[in-house]
T-cell receptor
Framework: DAKTTQPNSMESNEEEPVHLPCNHSTISGTDYIHWYRQLPSQGPEYVIHGLTSNVNNRMASLAIAEDRKSSTLILHRATLRDAAVYYCIDNNAGNMLTFGGGTRLMVKP | DAGITQSPRHKVTETGTPVTLRCHQTENHRYMYWYRQDPGHGLRLIHYSYGVKDTDKGEVSDGYSVSRSKTEDFLLTLESATSSQTSVYFC?????????????FGSGTQLSVL
């Protein structure tokens, strides 16, 4: 079973920032935190990942708590195209990335 | 986009028949994975490969076998398909073990077992 916990769904208004939370209850010191998203009828796509420090890329920012038991994916300005299911994962199973149920993000115009 | 091709994209088959799904990559990545996705379960790992002829089981491997005779191809076989194996199957690849490494996913195969 997945060891990350996310809200089932969240709503956001277009053009506003979105903070998607995740709890990593069994993460260890060497496990990376990954975020993927899945648009309707598509395969998952990589969003961002990190170990300890906060990370930024063109898609999003990743904020990692000091104890690493939680992380937050930040979309700075949500668009309608960001409506998707967002998965947070940590590789506490070695070679396996275990996906949980994810958070369904709905973006309102 | 990563060069990953899954075939077929859609398949309908009958209970008890063997089925093979193919994942082909052009990235020369070492790791390849098969996931299934069902409503209410998210993505679940079936099997993965960490090199030619090197494979291991994932969370839900019962009823499935895999083979990897070449770097570029990873085959998933349902020896005797059952209705519970109706699902969307995704292949993924990564250059190294999924720590400081991203996964790239294919577009999926919709399998219906009647």
């Amino acid at each position: 079973d997945a060891k990350t916990t996310q809200p089932n769904s969240m709503e956001s208004n277009e053009e506003e920032p979105v903070h998607l939370p995740c709890n990593h209850s069994t993460i260890s010191g060497t496990d990376y935190i990954h975020w993927y998203r899945q648009l309707p009828s598509q395969g998952p796509e990589y969003v961002i990942h990190g170990l300890t420090s906060n990370v930024n890329n063109r898609m999003a920012s990743l904020a990692i708590a000091e104890d690493r038991k939680s992380s937050t994916l930040i979309l700075h300005r949500a668009t309608l195209r960001d409506a998707a299911v967002y998965y947070c994962i940590d590789n506490n199973a070695g070679n396996m990335l275990t996906f949980g149920g994810g958070t369904r993000l709905m973006v309102k115009p | 986009d990563a060069g990953i091709t899954q075939s077929p994209r859609h398949k309908v088959t009958e209970t008890g028949t063997p089925v093979t799904l193919r994942c082909h990559q052009t990235e020369n990545h070492r790791y390849m994975y098969w996931y299934r996705q069902d409503p209410g379960h998210g993505l679940r790992l079936i099997h993965y490969s960490y090199g030619v002829k090197d494979t291991d089981k994932g969370e839900v491997s019962d009823g499935y076998s895999v083979s990897r005779s070449k770097t570029e191809d990873f085959l998933l076989t349902l020896e005797s398909a059952t209705s519970s194996q109706t699902s969307v199957y995704f292949c993924a690849i990564s250059g190294q073990a999924p720590g400081n490494e991203k996964l790239f996913f294919g577009s999926g195969t919709q399998l219906s077992v009647l």
